[in-house]
C-alpha cells in the first residue's frame, strides 16, 4: 500500500524541510528501519522496550544519517509485544505515555503501522494526533478503507478524543491507467474533503530506495518519488 515507504519519505522529506522529525517503526518487519539505513540486528533498544517498560522512549533513540531524522527501531522481537501488552495496566497507551516527553523534543512525530489492526495500531492511533491513510489504486483498497475511517471513529470516541484523520494519500498512481483514474474518481466523489492534494506515483528510484537504505530523496533528489514527497511535506506542513 506504501505505508513503510510513504512513513519514511515524508519523515525525510520534513527533515530536509528542517523540521525536527522521529520515525517510530512499529511494524515487527522492521522495514522502516532497515529502510533508513540501520541493521535490525544488534540493536540496544528498540520500539519493544518502550513499550514494556524495558526503556525510557529516549534511549531507544538514534540519529540516522539523514538531515534532523531520528528513529526509534524495530525487529522480529516486537512480534510477541502484543501477547505481553494483554497483561499490561492500560496496554492501548502505552506508547502515548512513552511519548510524551518527547513531544517538544520534535516538530513532527511519524509511527510507520504495523499492517494490521491489532494492539500495535491501536497503541498508534491512541498517541497520535492524526492518522494518515495510504491508498493504492486499486479496488481491494477502497473496500478497506470504510472499515478504517470506523475503527479509526472507535478508537476517537473510547481512547484519543484528539484523533482526526489527517488526509488520504493516493499511491502508486499511474496516471495513464484507466484503473488509476477510477479509483481516484471515487475517492474525490466519497472523500473529496480528506484527500491530499499530492499523489504518488510510481516511480522505480522510489522502490529502489530502501536496498540502499536511503529515503529517496536521498537516493536520487531528481526522482518523480521524491518530487512526490516534497510536496506532500509541504502540505502536511498546512494541515498539522
Given at each position: ?16 524541510l528542517g523540521y525536527r522529525a522521529l520515525l517510530i517503526d512499529l511494524d515487527p518487519q522492521g522495514s522502516a528501519t532497515s529502510g533508513v539505513g540501520i ?145 481516484l474518481a471515487e475517492l474525490e466523489q466519497h472523500y473529496r474533503d480528506r484527500l491530499f492534494d499530492t499523489a504518488i506515483h510510481r516511480n522505480v528510484r ?35
Amino acid at each position: 500500500m506504501g505505508k513503510t515507504t510513504s512513513a519514511i519519505n515524508t519523515a525525510a522529506s520534513l527533515g530536509s524541510l528542517g523540521y525536527r522529525a522521529l520515525l517510530i517503526d512499529l511494524d515487527p518487519q522492521g522495514s522502516a528501519t532497515s529502510g533508513v539505513g540501520i541493521a535490525k540486528k544488534g540493536l540496544c533498544y528498540t520500539v519493544r522496550d518502550v513499550l514494556i517498560g524495558g526503556c525510557r522512549a529516549a534511549d531507544a533513540i538514534l540519529h540516522t544519517a539523514f538531515e534532523h531524522l531520528d528513529l526509534i527501531p524495530a525487529n522480529i522481537s516486537l512480534a510477541g509485544a502484543e501477547f505481553e501488552l494483554l497483561n499490561a495496566e492500560e496496554p492501548e497507551a502505552r506508547l502515548r505515555r512513552a511519548l510524551l516527553t518527547l513531544r517538544d523534543d520534535y516538530d513532527f512525530i511519524l509511527i510507520d503501522c504495523p499492517p494490521s489492526l491489532g494492539m500495535l495500531t491501536i497503541n498508534a492511533m491512541v498517541a497520535s494526533d492524526g492518522v494518515i491513510i495510504p491508498m493504492p489504486c486499486e479496488y481491494y483498497a477502497l473496500e478497506g478503507l470504510t472499515q478504517l475511517t470506523v475503527t479509526i471513529g472507535r478508537v476517537k470516541k473510547r481512547y484519543n478524543p484528539r484523533l482526526s484523520i489527517t488526509g488520504i494519500l493516493v499511491t502508486m498512481h499511474q496516471s495513464r491507467l484507466a484503473l488509476s483514474k477510477q479509483v481516484l474518481a471515487e475517492l474525490e466523489q466519497h472523500y473529496r474533503d480528506r484527500l491530499f492534494d499530492t499523489a504518488i506515483h510510481r516511480n522505480v528510484r522510489l522502490c529502489e530506495a530502501p536496498s540502499f537504505g536511503k529515503p529517496v530523496l536521498y537516493h536520487d533528489r531528481s526522482a518523480r518519488g521524491a518530487r512526490d514527497y516534497l510536496e506532500l511535506a509541504k502540505e502536511l506542513l498546512v494541515r498539522a
